[in-house]
């Protein structure tokens, strides 16, 4: 009991210590799922102290909940994929749910044909293969358990700017999923007001492909229309990805205060990578998340973890080398 809640102190320690010093990292999530896991094996062991068989039960419980969630969180992630592929279409960015569920599928078939076959390189290939997936699915908890902790803080009030990160127009209509984001934006503005505060939205966002005019300027239109001044929206209508959304409006905010607080703006599924992304480009904000459709969560959340694992290629690359390493080394 005292060696699993010893062990969760630490880890619930090195969690808070990192949380205070900066909310806007990944490593956050990994001690807090440390904390958790380490904080259960206290509470089997606490339990045990008390009644075995009720621990017995609880561990057995676990354990059967573990390949009855990965069943249905296959199935799941399935038939996510095909209502993806019905309501958005076939781009590479709306397969990905569906992509998942069905490499799951076929790594479990592929274990099944390891087993009859005998071979040691196929064992070794599974392996490999088992390790990495165990390895990216370990951040990808940590990166979900996190994003909800991070959704949930209270963050600091007052801010002098209000960012909107731009995500595609439709020739020059604001679509759902952007309309979120100001409508967001809009009410957060709106109480800051209504306590006689006067901080200025920043539309962020360039024109890209089949769009008739820079996402910012849509954005800072369809603001307009829905009662909020004009002279009250600034634009930054040169940006083509999220750190530059986040690079060249700090210019506009530290032109007109140096030492500006600002809150920044995006749909949920993309708020923690958008503040990984604030830290990489020393903004100082958090970021505020507007609600998505549960649909489309599940490819959108997969396609933020896979660049998160993306920014940090080479700390990713040396522990899944390892990983392939120590699969194939028995062949050796």
């Known amino acids: 009991m005292i060696f699993g809640f010893g062990i969760a102190a630490f880890w619930f320690v090195l969690f808070v210590i990192s949380f205070v010093r900066d909310r806007r990292v990944l490593r956050n999530g990994i001690y807090l799922v440390m904390t958790v896991f380490?904080?259960?094996?206290?509470?089997?062991f606490a339990l045990e102290s008390v009644n075995q068989t009720a621990a017995r039960w609880l561990v057995l419980l676990v354990l059967v909940m573990i390949p009855v969630t990965g069943l249905v969180l296959t199935v799941a992630l399935i038939g996510n994929g095909v209502v993806m592929l019905r309501r958005e279409g076939?781009?590479?960015?709306?397969?990905?749910?569906?992509?998942?569920g069905l490499g799951i599928v076929a790594f479990g078939i592929f274990s099944?044909?390891?087993?009859?076959?005998g071979s040691p390189f196929l064992a070794a290939v599974r392996d490999a293969i088992g390790g990495t997936l165990g390895y990216v699915s370990f951040l990808f908890v940590c990166f979900l358990a996190y994003a909800f902790?991070?959704?949930?803080?209270?963050?600091?009030?007052?801010?002098?700017?209000?960012?909107?990160?731009?995500?595609?127009?439709r020739g020059r209509r604001v679509p759902p999923l952007l309309a979120s984001r100001l409508d967001k934006a809009q009410a957060v503005w709106?109480?800051?007001?209504?306590?006689?505060?006067t901080p200025l939205l920043i539309t962020s966002g360039g024109q890209g492909p089949g769009e008739e005019v820079a996402e910012a300027v849509a954005m800072a239109d369809y603001l307009v229309d829905r009662g909020v001044p004009a002279d009250a929206v600034l634009r930054e209508d040169r940006s083509t990805t999220t750190f530059e959304n986040l690079t060249f409006s700090s210019r506009i905010m530290t032109e007109l205060n140096p030492k500006y607080r600002c809150l920044i703006v995006t749909n949920?599924?993309?708020?923690?990578?958008?503040?990984?992304?604030?830290?990489k480009a020393d903004v100082n904000g958090q970021v505020l998340g507007s609600p998505t459709a549960l649909y489309f969560w599940p490819s959108a959340t997969i396609r933020e973890f896979i660049a998160v694992l993306v920014?940090?290629?080479?700390?990713?690359?040396?522990?899944i080398g390892l990983i392939l390493l120590s699969a194939f080394a028995r062949l050796v």
Do not use: C, M, W
């Open 190 to 197: 709106q109480k800051e007001r209504d306590k006689g505060r």
């Open 311 to 319: 920014d940090h290629k080479l700390a990713n690359g040396i522990v």
């Open 112 to 117: 099944v044909l390891v087993l009859k076959t």
């Open 90 to 100: 076939r781009r590479p960015a709306n397969l990905l749910s569906l992509a998942a």
């Open 149 to 169: 902790v991070y959704a949930r803080i209270r963050f600091f009030r007052r801010p002098d700017f209000i960012v909107v990160l731009g995500s595609g127009l």
């Open 38 to 44: 380490f904080a259960g094996i206290g509470t089997v």
């Open 268 to 279: 949920n599924f993309h708020a923690l990578r958008a503040a990984f992304t604030a830290r």
